[in-house]
């Protein structure tokens, strides 16, 4: 038998990987979870239909989100994660020894509990005594908190369904309060590529720029994601990327990646010609 | 009617595109050429059932084999480009007045013909005065050459099929004799991720590495390829692509691109760990 997922990339373009079993199938309250087994991409998660991670190259958004603030603020404490109910997150915040508290706001149980039990090699992470998960939205958390975090990431899947208002003007500057006065900001930011995305990624930018000092977006290649072009917000209150990069301090720390390295870290801030005037047109 | 066209990324993944309409199908003496209609990614041009090149996204993949070279060399004067009938790297090649004498080496005179025809806005380039088409092998065509060319680019789809000879060792030192003592030669490379092809990649490097002193891999973010990380060799006689860069100089020349900028050169050759750790286990 054949069987074959496929992922909307557009109306006109699908990446179809061959299944070789769907482990698990639900409705959560929030959102219908799918994991399926596949020799090429190992397990996978679908979350509504849309790829969310695969076991082969969930290194690479994961590394990407978490390490680039590291090396740019090594002394990083207390974390907030929006999302992150896999532990891909959790799992390379938890290498840094001077991680204080990582609190995780996911809000759908059931994700963690599916995560826990068919992907434990990322979601064990989780276990971590620094971690407590709020399964509470994200959107309502972030309102009372102010000057707790050095670093909040948002993990958040697409600016659609159960996700929708952690994309909003509110929200950003709501992280901005909840940051301590050297925070730092990082978010996914969608793919320059498609046109459906590139505008989600041109409102995201525009609207945390009107929010934070400090704004840049930096790439990765991430080749189950669609066109495989993935993009991040670095958001900052004092900390440049690039000025404010403390190479030695970062590898002194000794944390084991298979995708980032500061040796990198010029060159993810270099976007393509094609990207950089995407997002000019709204800075 | 829904039609898709399906490129065959491993045995397990495939990327489908929605075509409009097949406008062209034909069994040249060398391969099946096909060239597709779709509202994503325009004109597709299918060479034995493989995606080879896209309206939408050929200037990635054309600027980066292109303009690198370049930007180490701004004085290039006589290029051979392998491969390349579609004319894109040609397009590219004339935006430099400094280019006295473009040699295409192409096989297929019917692969010339049909992109003339369905992709004149790419091909066009083929009729300017410095270019001159050479419809022979291109393993023979290098053997008789000797310290005759600036720049190779060898422009070949992949290392199965009618392009199989452009991938030996024998054929990377018959490069190295037709450049001059600066010379530069450009190859495509392969993608990292999939691991068939991140095999041919190894197998590229390991080749050219034992032929030129110099020999440096670099990327770019193409969604159409396999895995969307596509790799290209820089391979040298003297130039460093680095430590030799000529940004103002290049600058200066006011090349007009969509992708590629000197201010990505840097970055492009920082390749995440998992792919530096591929290609030094060839080193």
Known sequence: MEMWFSDRHTDGV??????????FSAQSEFQRIDVLDSKEYGKIL??????????KDEFIYHEMITHVPFAVN?????????GGGDGG??????????????????????????????MPEIANSLTDER????????????????D?????????????????????????????NALHEDGIMINQNESPFYEEEAYQCQRMH?????????????????????????????????????????????????VKTKYYEPRLHAGVFALPVYVEELLRDVE
């Not at 090594?74 to 929006?82: A, F, G, S």
């Open 46 to 55: 679908v979350v509504d239909g849309d790829l969310t991670l695969t076991e």
């Open 74 to 82: 090594p002394e990083i404490k207390d974390v907030l994660v929006m």
């Open 131 to 146: 971690v407590t998960i709020f399964h509470e939205d994200g959107v309502k958390y972030i309102r009372s908190k102010a």
């Open 206 to 254: 525009k609207r945390i720029l009107s929010t934070f000092p400090i704004c840049k977006v930096y790439q990765a290649h991430l080749p189950s994601y669609p066109s495989g072009h993935w993009l991040f917000g670095f958001a900052s209150k004092v900390y440049h990327p690039l000025n404010d990069l403390k190479k030695v301090e970062w590898k002194l720390l000794g």
């Open 14 to 23: 699908k990446l179809s990987i061959r299944i070789e079993e769907q482990l």
């Open 89 to 118: 997150v959790v799992r390379e915040l938890i290498k840094y020894e001077s991680v204080r508290t990582i609190d995780v706001v996911e809000v759908d149980p059931l994700l963690v509990e599916v995560c826990r039990k068919y």
């Open 148 to 176: 707790t975090y050095d670093l909040i990431i948002i993990d958040s899947p697409n600016p659609f369904g159960a996700g929708e208002g952690l994309f909003t003007k509110e929200f950003y500057g709501n992280c901005y």
